[in-house]
DNA sequence: CTGTTAGCGCCTTCAA
DNA sequence: TTGAAGGCGCTAACAG
């Protein structure tokens, strides 16, 4: 069914159909119903594309997908995309996933944008100087940084506070008598790991405590990161006893080593793990409990989402988004007082 | 720059520089290069809805997301969308994800449909009685199902071999003479589900062995769902000697759990869980490194974008489309005799 | 309040 | 081998 059948079948104007069905405001009201009526009726929708020559908006807002095995090793991801899902689903915009190599991504960015695919881009995980920025700016495309990344642009983000939460964790680590205390990050290419990095060591500064480099290690978030580096760490004498890790799926292999060295978690070493909030992994479900620093990544897609549609249909400036979440600091079993030797 | 403007500045028609870009082979190699450069010199992109409305294309393929937590608990969809991605990202072909609530999911696919907004969409997941077959066939929308259902209609699908991998290793424990084997699946409303269960009972009727029902339990498919699953079967006397696990994030539950309990997996007790091969869960890297049935799950989407795009654009029969795949055994060292009483 | 008329940017038939 | 013209389905000025 297409507009102009349902116009014939109606006895009225293409135009006419078309106002009632987009609400403007200048339809008879009889008319809207009897239109909607019919549009109802005839399961009528009306072609994505013609909508979008017409309008010029795509209905739609991209994410570039990098298909590399090294960088989708991210669970958290799927989250995210279901927060925005949340938000985008109101007003039926869809999600482009754009497939791009490594190193291919910025020919991505400018192919969606030239070609107009979408009404604006999604950044994730910017890396410390990300070349993006720049680039959709450049572009005059629309979009938001989930995170942050230096740039003397003024661009839309949002952001969790990394390095407060990461400071707060450590701080109460020390607050329990840990001086030893291991830093097991996400790649310090990554903003946010670096900002969990110099949380950490203002922290240990403000306590007067000097950071063993030999403590502080980063690598992809997996449970196999969290259990090399774990091991690693605990084969150091004095070992640590406490450890800062930077995801919940690293403190998984974590967990493994620290068994697997015959230590018991909470009393022999301590942990905080930071909690994106994804289902699969239940923090309170674990034995023992896991400390973490907690913040839903995928209410952060949600907002990205709203974000989005503020710039996009409201025109909102992107200088004026800038948010900066708080993380809680949860306190579970994971964490003690510092053992004594 | 439009395609007008562009053939404004060659001195040539739209017509004759939208064949050049085309690769239509009526065009003069000559003008063909010239109009290549210029498009290349001026980062020529031919709109993407303009396109579409003029081919009847619309260059993406859809997928419903799901956005209600209970249904997203898969971090192995992530890995799917990759492998969609590498074979998509050959021709352009964007992913389009319909965000859509549960019990929404059937109106979504309509609206893809309808509103012609994808050329084929892809079924993930489905469950015993899919009733998304029957409507996309209704609706003439092209589709593969990853996976299969009951259906009369005869549709495109990719499955790997659920019943003969769990048959399988079903078998394999039985062979190191394990008699009581439990099996923690996932949710046998899916069908990949109810496959492993039926190839778990076959093998073990194959050796006379009874299926003792207090082992049989399932459950999304989460690390929480793999402990307390164990924990409970390790609680009943005589208490299994091996597991059956429907994927490796149960598994490191299940480890939890059987570490709890002071055995010791590969010699007390003995596991074999599912492997989809994601980058975070490496079974290579457990300890002790894990038996598994092993199917790349980005594979199959890598696969299942092949199939997808012949379908479109080969216009292959449906009918000739159904793939199953075998599944490797990877015995490693969580498996082992079973132990004397 | 409704209709007429032009496009949106591209592809494609038909004619040359 | 190239071009002119029409149309894909819809929206949006501009009239009435």
Redesign the pocket.
Same mark, same amino acid.
């Given at each position: 069914m297409?507009?102009?059948e =349902? /116009?014939l079948h109606l006895?009225?104007?293409?135009?006419?159909?078309?106002?009632?069905?987009?609400g403007?405001?200048?339809?008879?009201?009889?008319?809207?119903q009897r239109v909607l009526d019919a549009a109802r009726r005839y399961d009528?929708?009306?072609?994505a594309?013609?909508?979008r =020559? /017409?309008?010029?908006r795509a209905g739609a807002i991209g994410i570039v997908l990098p298909t590399d095995r090294n960088m989708l090793l991210d669970p958290h991801y799927i989250e995210f995309q279901a927060g925005l899902g949340e938000r985008l689903m109101k007003d039926e915009i869809d999600i482009v996933l754009s497939p791009s190599k490594a190193g291919d991504e910025m020919a991505t960015y400018r192919r969606m944008a030239i070609s107009s695919r979408v009404d604006a881009v999604i950044v994730s995980s910017p890396t410390v100087d990300d070349p993006r920025v720049a680039l959709l700016n450049e572009l005059g495309l629309p979009f938001v940084v989930h995170g942050r990344t230096n740039s003397p642009l003024d661009y839309a983000w949002l952001d969790i506070d990394n390095e407060g939460a990461f400071r707060h964790a450590a701080k109460h680590l020390l607050d329990l008598g840990h001086r030893r205390i291991g830093l097991i990050n996400g790649e310090t290419r990554h903003n946010f790991a670096l900002d969990r990095d110099r949380g950490f060591r203002r922290a240990l500064a403000a306590h007067g405590v000097e950071v063993d480099e030999n403590l502080v290690a980063e690598g992809i978030m997996s449970d196999e990161t969290g259990y090399r580096i774990t091991a690693r760490f605990l084969a150091q004498r004095p070992r640590p006893t406490a450890l800062l890790v930077s995801s919940m799926m690293m403190s998984l292999g974590a967990l493994r080593a620290i068994r697997s060295a015959g230590l018991e978690l909470g009393r022999d070493i301590s942990m905080i793990a930071h909690d994106d909030v994804i289902p699969f992994l239940n923090p309170d479900a674990m034995v023992p409990t896991m400390s973490t620093t907690r913040s839903s990544i995928r209410a952060a897609g949600t907002r990205v989402a709203e974000l989005l549609m503020e710039l996009i249909v409201e025109g909102r400036s992107p200088a004026s988004i800038h948010e900066l979440w708080p993380v809680d600091l949860v306190v579970r079993a994971s964490t003690g007082p510092a053992p004594r030797d």
């Open positions: 297409r507009l102009k =349902l /116009a006895g009225l104007s293409q135009t006419t159909v078309s106002r009632a069905l987009n403007y405001p200048e339809v008879n009201e009889e008319t809207r009528y929708r009306p072609n594309s013609a909508r =020559l /017409a309008t010029g």
